[in-house]
Structures are given as C-alpha cells and as structure tokens.
C-alpha cells in the first residue's frame, strides 16, 4: 500500500513539507474553492498537481469530487450536474489523477457529538455519544416524529438532559455537529445565518424520501459517469456512511456488506469501487470489519486505516490504531496481498501533544495523525517482511 495523508490545500496548517518529512509518499486532496456540482477545471488541476509535485510529492487521490445533494435526491438540475462531474472527471483524467473517493450520504456526512473527549491517557479523541445525538435530533433540530426513531428509554434520558442543559451546551453540539464537523468540508453548513435553520433547509428535498429511491439516485449516477470512468481509468470509490446507520430521517445506503455488495453490483464494473473506512464501519457493531476486507479488496481502490470502539447504549469511540474492534493488522495482512499500488491514509488520529492549540481541521491533528502512521507503516513492514 501507498503512505498518503489528507491534505486540505494551502491553508491547511499541516504543510506539504511537514507530510514529506514524516514519510507520507501520496497526498490526497481536493479542490475545496469550488461548490459541490462546480466543474473543476483542468488547468486548476494542474496547479494543485504542481504544487504538490513541487513539494516532492505527487497527487495520489482526490477527496472528495463531491456529489451535489441534486444528485442524492434526484432534482430538476441533476443531469446538468451529472455533466459536470463527467467533465471533472476527464480533466482529472487528463492529468494523470485516476483515483477519487466520493460519498452519497445526504446532507451531511459524518457525525460525532464530541470532538474533544478525553481519553484515559491524557490525549483526545472523537466521541459519539447516542443519548446527545438524539437531543439534537429531537429538541434542537426539532424533527417532526424524531422521538419515534430512538428507543423509549433513550427519549427518557433526553427528556432529562433537556432539563438541565444550559445555552452553552446547545451552542457547543450544534457547533460540533454542524459548523466544524462539516463546515471545513461542505461549506454550505458552516458561515453566516442559522446553522440550524440551513441544516433544515438541506434535510427539506429528503422528506419521504426511501432507500430504495436513494438507490435509484445513486445506480442513475454510476450509469452516467462510468464511461468517462473506463475511457480515463478513473478508479471512482464510495465512502461508507459515517456513523453506518440512518441519521436525521434520511436514508443511507452504504453502511454494511449488504449495502456494499448491491453499490458494486448496480453497475458491475472495476472501476465502481470502494472507499475501504475501517473506522466509519468498525462504528457499526453490525459490521464484521475483517470479513468485509476480506470480500470487497478486489473493489477496494483507496484505504481509510483507523477503528473504533463499540460502547454500551450505542455510543462509540474512535480507538487507537492498535485497538478498536477493526484489527487494522489484520487488514493491513489483506490489502497488502492484493499486491497492487493501493493509496491507504490514516485517517483520523488523536489530539495530542499540543495539537489541540494549533486549531487543526477536526480529526485532522498532526501528532495524532504522525503516531498512526508510524504505527501502520510498523504493521505494513512487518507484513512485507513475513511475506520475503
């Protein structure tokens, strides 16, 4: 596997420089100036390429090329973006960039109710809690008929966390959920206005809407873009839903073997793949994480490495790369066999040794990030060695 590491542009305070020092060999980025549904154009692509080869690293995947939410829910513009996105794909194509990793999770695509939780050995991790999660849901987003979707006794203690949150608490999970959670990402949820009220305005197109007729969404997509896929070998990966299960009313369709085996087979072609996030799937205590590598490596074109820990009433925490129920050795034994250049990142590391005065993008810390991939780099040598 290749060592790359998500970088988020010339702004990012983790430099190009700093990645190539502590080993990282492929850069996975994005072209963050541009609205979902924008088309990307080639002499753009160009310039981030050449920055980053200037950097002594090369553009290995893009993160995202993302899919407007017309297309997720089937809107009246969505042949006219489809379009688009065929035209960004071939200017990648073009510059030589054949890997890009996309999502179709509607609104919002990944979800923790604290991004600073404490751990036991003084570092900080990312932390979904279900009882907070549903007192988003149901008292400050307000969603009609949200009780319904939690358990009784989960309303209960919603009930009583509603009585004795302050306005601080308020603002502090709908700044975690959605201004920084996904504002450095989908700039739509972030800036000016209520994100309350933004994030409603978003959810509104969804109402009703079934998985089946998410499928629909995404199989018309695939159908439309994987031409320009095969003609510019553009190996296009789904990310799995984050946390692997319905959020907010709106349906998913990529959180577990199931879901994956019906992505890959709508359109059974190579070039629909997979995004392999051990982490978002380890989140789901319904996901064997070992035997899906196992399945899905032939389709797996790009590697999240991290896992997570299944707690008690549903919450969960992102684990060290060395625990967790995901067994990253394990994987890494799997996709190393596959013997083909697959781009593998660590994903999201903890907050330590002063990462968190830095102000990094969430999940995104330095040190943590450095430690995983010391970490993994240890577990890919280790099984390159056993394989001599």
Request: glycine residues 10%; negative net charge.
């Amino acid at each position: 596997m290749e060592k790359t590491w998500r970088w988020f542009g010339p702004s990012d305070k983790v430099t190009l420089e700093m990645m190539r020092q502590i080993g990282v060999e492929g850069v996975v980025t994005a072209l963050h100036q541009y609205a979902p549904g924008e088309l990307w154009p080639e002499a753009e692509i160009r310039a981030a390429k050449e920055r980053i080869e200037a950097a002594g690293l090369h553009w290995s995947v893009v993160e995202s090329l993302p899919v407007s939410e017309q297309l997720k829910y089937g809107g009246p513009d969505r042949d006219a973006l489809i379009s688009n996105y065929i035209q960004s794909l071939e200017n990648l194509g073009r510059c030589g960039i054949h890997t890009v990793c996309y999502n179709f999770m509607p609104v919002i695509d990944w979800v923790r109710t604290d991004l600073e939780r404490p751990m036991p050995d003084g570092t900080l991790s990312l932390y979904f809690d279900f009882v907070r999660f549903a007192w988003f849901d149901i008292k400050i987003l307000g969603r009609e008929g949200a009780e319904k979707d939690f358990p009784p006794e989960v309303v209960e203690r919603v009930e009583a966390l509603d009585r004795t949150a302050t306005d601080a608490d308020r603002a502090q999970i709908i700044d975690t959920i959605i201004t920084k959670t996904q504002g450095f990402i989908n700039g739509p949820l972030g800036g000016g206005g209520s994100p309350v009220e933004k994030f409603r305005a978003l959810m509104a197109p969804y109402a009703g809407m079934t998985k089946e007729q998410l499928r629909a969404n995404l199989r018309y997509f695939l159908e439309a873009v994987m031409p320009v896929c095969r003609q510019w070998d553009i190996r296009l990966c789904i990310h799995p839903d984050d946390p692997p299960m319905p959020v907010f009313g709106m349906p998913r369709l990529c959180g577990s073997a199931e879901d994956i085996r019906w992505i890959l087979g709508a359109v059974d072609d190579f070039h629909n793949g997979l995004t392999f996030c051990a982490g978002s799937l380890s989140a789901g205590a319904h996901n064997d994480v070992v035997a899906m590598a196992r399945e899905f490596a032939p389709r797996t074109h790009f590697v999240h490495l991290r896992s997570c820990e299944v707690l008690p009433g549903g919450d969960f925490v992102e684990a060290p790369h060395t625990g967790g129920r995901a067994d990253l050795v394990e994987l890494v034994r799997i996709f190393e066999a596959e013997g083909r250049p697959l781009p593998m990142r660590v994903d999201h590391g903890k907050t330590m040794l002063g990462d968190e005065r830095v102000g990094y993008n969430p999940g995104y810390s330095f040190h943590g990030r450095m430690l995983a991939l010391g970490q993994v780099e240890g577990m890919m040598a280790a099984m390159r060695h056993a394989g001599r």
